[in-house]
């Protein structure tokens, strides 16, 4: 199966869980109760004046004004003496899609939103939209009243998006960003550069200058870009035909598509899809070493220190909800023919850089470690390697097991990783692949039930527990990934004075072993059959335990 990815940021993939809503002629119980938001906040001024303190930033607060605030910002509003005030507010989470099979749709929680801040231009319609969510309050326990709920804040957000300016920090940076933003979800539409302009409230040809000096290219170019990449995408993952492809990304017809994608790519588009040595930046470690073991070396990548790769290395963010460091001057002097990465970054990709070339995301969770590789080796055709790898690991895995079954026999193992103060038992992806599909050893019986519940390798990754838990999680041998000298401690603490863990067999057995954390965490084809080789050598005894 090719694998796919959605074209834009899209409040289509979420769900919304509402905490609370209402209006009030003082400071809202919200504010007033919780200095540290617990979750998104949409506050909406009518009227009031004072002062309003945003992690303890100070600003005038302003009548028909719209304020946005992330989980944790610390919000305080003080009223000035005699002011007569009213404030409408809605507080919620938000949750992005973020896996998706036929039997299972999962959802993380996202903890920002594009606009933060004071809101300077909003329609009439975001109004509406806000005295409905708070006069609908009746019957919430009703599901179809809830879905309702649920469908005007996802209007109301949409409205935002759409039409709002956020007015906090560099002002004309956020409103650049809301035009580049209305094209990465409109660019199939006809967008006039004057219509752009009026969006981010700019003169045209300041906008213009304002947008090349940003973006390198000019805003017409930058649109032309995401078409064109958008395309490319649809050529590599899709059998469309050309006139198909064309119609998706705005062009009616299919010879001036074909124009603009040679004059911006050097080639037709019928040549694409066979274009051999394709110039890749990977944004994802592990798929950095899935190519890598396809013998593909990327022009630029976020690597893993465990792999002698050497190419321009990228400071980018491991989660979605990490910033993105990354200069786009990066990305535009490597002139890339495709970026690949795992989905959870993919937001941020689009963001920064969905004009420079198509982006391709391999689901991570749902797919295994084999099927990330294959899904890769499609891309690049080389689909041959990454069956002799698949092969090759097979036949080392069964080369330990017949070394390992007269030593460990029938052998039960657990997965212990220790960062910070949290404890998880692993399954069988990521850290738990070589000891639970590689060599079959069998997990405890908690974790192994959960293994159940999913194809092998995929989804089920972690269980959280306390410290006396480990007393469910009983086995032969005990790992424990360890991250930084404080967590071995904390592990060496447990050991001395907690009795599940002084009890627990494979520590009376004295067959309790440390792991580097930032080793074993690798997700992938060279770093596993590195963690294949270290286990089996500690399993036969020829490496010395804690």
């Known amino acids: 199966m090719k694998p796919h990815n959605d074209n834009t940021i899209s409040l289509q993939r979420a769900i919304y869980d509402i905490q609370a809503s209402g209006k009030s002629q003082a400071v809202p119980e919200c504010i007033d109760e919780h200095r540290a938001l617990e979750h998104q906040l949409i506050l909406y001024a009518a009227k009031g004046k004072g002062d309003i303190f945003i992690d303890g930033k100070r600003e005038q607060l302003e009548r028909e004004s719209i304020y946005v605030h992330a989980p944790g910002t610390k919000l305080e509003i003080q009223l000035s003496p005699g002011s007569s005030a009213m404030f409408y507010w809605i507080s919620f989470d938000l949750f992005i899609l973020s896996e998706k099979t036929d039997s299972r749709r999962g959802f993380v929680l996202e903890t920002t939103f594009p606009l933060q801040g004071k809101i300077r231009a909003f329609s009439s ?254 891309l690049i055709d080389q689909q041959r390697l990454a069956q002799q790898w698949i092969d090759e690991h097979g036949k080392k895995a069964e080369m330990w097991r017949k070394k390992l079954k007269p030593i460990i026999g029938q052998a039960t193992v657990a997965l212990c990783v220790c960062k910070g103060h949290d404890l998880r038992l692993y399954g069988d992806r990521n850290i738990g692949h070589v000891f639970y599909r590689s060599l079959n050893i069998c997990p405890p019986e908690r974790i192994a039930k959960e293994m159940g519940k999913s194809p092998a390798g995929t989804v089920f990754t972690w269980k959280a527990i306390a410290p006396d838990e480990i007393r469910f999680y009983e086995s032969d041998f005990l790992f424990v990934a360890i991250e930084t000298e404080s967590d071995r401690q904390r592990i060496l603490h447990l050991l001395r004075s907690n009795p599940y863990w002084t009890g627990h067999p494979a520590v009376r057995r004295k067959s309790l072993y440390f792991l580097d954390w930032d080793k074993w965490i690798v997700y992938a084809p060279y770093a596993i059959n590195q963690q294949l080789d270290e286990l089996g050598h500690v399993l036969a005894g020829t490496i010395s335990h804690y």
């Open 125 to 378: 319609q975001f109004k509406r939209f806000m005295y409905l969510l708070i006069s609908d309050t009746k019957l919430e326990s009703d599901e179809s009243r809830r879905f309702h709920r649920q469908q005007l804040l996802h209007n109301m957000l949409n409205d935002l998006l759409t039409h709002a300016t956020a007015v906090n920090g560099n002002d004309t940076e956020n409103r650049l960003r809301v035009t580049i933003e209305y094209m990465q979800r409109h660019y199939r539409e006809n967008i006039r550069m004057s219509e752009l302009a009026e969006l981010g409230q700019f003169h045209p040809s300041y906008y213009s200058q304002v947008f090349k000096q940003t973006m390198q290219k000019t805003p017409m170019a930058y649109l032309t870009d995401l078409r064109i990449n958008k395309a490319k995408e649809m050529l590599l993952v899709t059998d469309k035909s050309i006139s198909d492809i064309a119609a998706h990304v705005g062009y009616g017809d299919e010879f001036y598509f074909s124009k603009r994608f040679k004059a911006t790519s050097g080639y037709s588009p019928t040549v694409f899809p066979g274009k051999k040595k394709l110039n890749i930046i990977s944004l994802s470690a592990p798929y950095t070493d899935h190519l890598f073991t396809l013998g593909h070396t990327p022009r630029a990548a976020q690597v893993h220190r465990h792999i002698p790769l050497i190419t321009k290395q990228l400071n980018l963010p491991k989660h979605g909800s990490e910033s993105w460091k990354a200069s786009r001057d990066i990305f535009l002097e490597v002139k890339p023919d495709l970026i690949v990465c795992k989905d959870n970054v993919l937001s941020k990709a689009q963001e920064h850089i969905n004009d420079i070339a198509p982006i391709i995301s391999i689901p991570w969770v749902n797919k295994d470690v084999y099927q990330h590789l294959i899904d890769i080796a499609e």
